[in-house]
């Protein structure tokens, strides 16, 4: 029975390590999914079948308490199913935050539960599994606070500005030292068990004082690095546990997240420490400040008219087209200005959205086609021979200040080229700043127009115009 694990751990790991490869392109994005969800069943399988006494088992673990084990997966079904299917898609970075917290604080509680329980039976674990186990609750336990406090920022029931005051990442540092300082001596001394309180509360505290002082425009980027840490935890569980699969499993994801961490770090031009710590998005640009500058606005029948005689439109896509739940109704604009010949493309930025992928999901959702959808890289050649570049609810990663102001805080953060294309539009409730709190000198530019209001219902009105015009 125990080799009969094994080989189930062997394939949910080649279905883990397949749904990587598969989720790295939409078409096969599906397949990805179906597989991870696979491998992780066939890996809750193995590990039930070897507990002692089911089925013969020879047992991985001392787990007997049935009924709990049933309950709680009863529970978790019936909390994530709902989720999944009623959970809006402008809320997929809550969700995937409010997971991350779950995963990190059910490896913390193992770890606490197995540091306990060791000691309740006079036993002591090998040094190089005690500190694996103090590295996994110290970062299951700060990424379940951290991710708790990124949901709050991404759902705006916490301010979306970073909370700063003096001397902040020094005191974060002393705290650091203080939870590390306390992690030794549990670990030298593992029958002082009145520390592990005190050191799990430490972390708890540390996984706040990590997020507040980071701005909106840095979540997606905080979501990959919460990933990193959550999948650290488990790979860290594995080791304190003697499970193999759940190193395996926890080393993919942790350097899958570090990986997406880093590409988005990129598509930014910042740091790690930057974002962590640059407190990015104080600076802030009021209304009447902007209302000072002209601009040129346009309405849906003037948007609709220049649309028809386009040649070419790039659709740059932004979290304001995810706050309108506006998907759909881009995809009719999308078939009734590719019915009429004009060629449309999607621009997509990496970091555009609140999390890596957002708006690929969204416009997946929307069945636009996977061919129509192009990365910066490959996109911004495209945008000086563009004739429309029609920009929804997207601001930073359009804002041209990256390119030319060296006093700005996003300069040289990679953006797409709209300000290249013959003309812009660009549909935005308001003249108000972005997450970073900085002004968009391309909404003042002669070829802009902005179009105010909301991305569906503007959207709706340009589609009643289009037709209006048919064999005019």
Partial sequence: MAQLVQYIYIVSAALFILSLKWLNHPASSRRGVWSGALGMLLAVIGTIVGFPGLLGGAGIGNVHNWGWIVAAMAIGTVVGVPIAYIMPMTAVPQ??????????????????????????????????????????????????????????????????????????????????????????????????????????GLALLFGVLLIIPIGGADMPTVIAILNAYAGLSACAMGFALGNNLLVVAGALDGSSGLILSIIMCKA??????????????????????????????????????????????????????????????????????????????????????????????????????????YEMDDINGDFPQCDVALVIGANDVTNPSARTDKTSPIFGMPILDVDKAHTVMVIKRSMNPGFAGIDNPLYYMDKTLMLFGDAKAFVTEILKELPARVGA
Avoid: W
């Fill in 95 to 200: 969700r995937t935050a409010l997971s991350h917290a779950c995963g990190a604080l059910a490896a913390a509680l193992v770890g606490t539960a197995e540091f306990y329980q060791t000691n309740a039976l006079h036993e002591t674990l090998p040094t190089f599994q005690l500190v694996a186990l103090i590295i996994e609750t110290l970062l299951g336990y700060l990424t379940f606070t951290g991710s708790l406090m990124a949901m709050g920022k991404l759902q705006e029931v916490l301010p979306q500005r970073p909370i700063t005051y003096r001397n902040q990442n020094a005191v974060n540092f002393v705290l650091f030292v203080i939870a590390a300082g306390l992690a030794v001596r549990i670990v030298l001394v593992p029958t002082d068990t009145f520390l592990f309180p005190i050191f799990a």
């Fill in 268 to 373: 930014m031009n910042r740091s790690f420490t930057n974002v962590l710590f640059g407190a990015f998005g104080q600076m802030q640009t009021s209304h009447a400040q902007a209302q000072q500058r002209p601009y040129r606005s346009a309405s849906a029948e003037e948007a609709a008219a220049i649309l028809e005689s386009a040649g070419s439109v790039i659709v740059v896509p932004g979290y304001g087209l995810a706050v309108a739940q506006a998907q759909h109704k881009i995809r009719e604009l999308f078939d009734n200005l590719m019915r009429r010949g004009v060629d449309v493309k999607f621009a997509i930025h990496p970091v555009a959205g609140r999390m890596p992928g957002h708006m690929n999901v969204l416009l997946a959702e929307a069945d636009i086609p996977y061919d129509r959808l």
